[in-house]
């Protein structure tokens, strides 16, 4: 199972987090704080990190920013825990860096569900084939199928089809979508990333019902 560090200033929820997550089958180091998070860090890297966005001596935001910024952390899978329940708050930590947000309270099933969900996008990302309902895409060949018949993809549809298979259940906001697919953060570009959505939920037909929209943040594939 992964290696995954917990950073969260509260003792019960750290408590509760550590234990639901060994529980699980996974190796689990807890933190209450960010400087001993980053000594750790120097040391051996995690799997995944399940980080709360409060803390006395730091914010969360900031140390995904930060951790983005390092080319071996680049791609470190990250949960935010937050208490702040604003779209505006969400979408922050999206922007940030973080691949997965969950709002407190949450249930133990949930934290696990979305750790289980990140921690197979990561798998998926190796992965020769993806499928969604009866959507199958072939990495080796660069193509799709639905339904066992072909569907024409254009390069960047292709790209942003397999990017959301690759993240299923997983909120995409339109700028992470818009650098991961088409490598740029240009602000005022997210239409491209609609539009795209748009022409690919047609080629799909009933399918592109997998692809939905999450208000005023990005989409999902689910």
């Known amino acids: ?37 980053y ?13 709360d966005v409060m803390l006395p001596d730091s914010d969360g935001n900031t140390i995904v920013k930060k951790l983005r910024t390092k080319q071996q952390t680049a791609k470190l899978p990250i949960i935010m825990v937050t208490a702040k329940t604003t779209e505006i ?12 947000y ?6 133990i099933m949930e ?14 990302e190796k992965e020769e084939t993806l499928t969604l ?17 072909i569907v024409e993809l254009t390069y960047k549809e292709h790209e942003l089809l397999k990017y959301l298979l690759v993240n299923k259940g997983i909120v995409l906001s339109r700028d992470r979508i818009m650098l991961s697919v088409w490598g740029t953060e240009f602000e005022g570009e997210s239409r491209t990333v609609d539009m795209h959505i748009k022409t690919l939920r047609q080629k799909l037909k009933t399918e592109g019902e997998h692809i939905k929209t999450v208000r005023n943040v990005g989409y999902v594939a689910e």
């Open 39 to 51: 000594k750790k860090m120097e040391e051996l890297l995690p799997d995944l990190l399940v980080l």
């Open 133 to 149: 309902g009866s959507i199958v895409i072939d990495n080796v060949r660069h193509k799709c199928e639905v339904d066992g018949e």
């Open 111 to 124: 934290l696990i569900s979305r750790v289980k969900a990140l921690l197979r996008r990561c798998e998926g």
């Open 1 to 37: 199972m992964a290696l995954i560090y917990v950073v969260e200033d509260d003792e019960s929820i750290r408590e509760i987090e550590t234990i639901a997550l060994k529980n699980s089958g996974h190796e689990v180091c807890a933190f209450e704080n960010a400087g001993s998070f």
């Open 89 to 100: 708050d969400m979408v922050k930590g999206l922007d940030n860096g973080a691949d997965d």
């Open 102 to 107: 969950i709002k407190k309270p949450f249930s």
